[in-house]
Nanobody
Framework: QVHLVESGGGLVQGGGSLRLSCVAF????????MGWFRQPPGKEREFVAA????????AYTDSVKGRFTISRDNTKNTVYLQMNNLKPEDTAVYYC???????????????????WGQGTQVTVSS
């Protein structure tokens, strides 16, 4: 079982930027697709972005396209989420997770992913 640890969250004004990191311990992630999800207050967890095992393919939910960028460094067993032009509606706990059955296919359903981290809080003020 892989253990994921997210970091980089915080409080930021609207229009600002944050870079989230997700480090994996226990096993390599280099053969797995990875995803970022978020859970706004009082709402269900939702898909944000995903990346294939080698970074060659990425996918985003419509609301973050053009503002967020997912990337990975397999030498560091780390996945990143660069978030620019943040909006109050981006406020949520952000989680990373690995897709144990996919290297290339990018899936948005929560149930496809396992090894969830503890999450990192992102709060965007207006």
């Amino acid at each position: 079982q892989v253990h994921l640890v997210e970091s980089g969250g915080g409080l930021v004004q609207g229009g600002g930027s944050l870079r989230l990191s997700c480090v994996a311990f226990g096993r390599t992630l280099s053969n797995r697709a990875m995803g970022w999800f978020r859970q706004p207050p009082g709402k269900e967890r939702e898909f944000v972005a995903a990346i294939s095992w080698n970074g060659g393919s990425t996918a985003y939910t419509d609301s973050v396209k053009g503002r967020f960028t997912i990337s990975r460094d397999n030498t560091k067993n780390t996945v990143y989420l660069q978030m620019n032009n943040l909006k109050p509606e981006d406020t949520a706990v952000y989680y990373c997770a690995s897709d144990p059955k996919s290297s290339f296919l990018l899936r948005s359903g929560v149930d496809y992913y396992d090894s969830w981290g503890q999450g990192t809080q992102v709060t965007v003020s207006s």
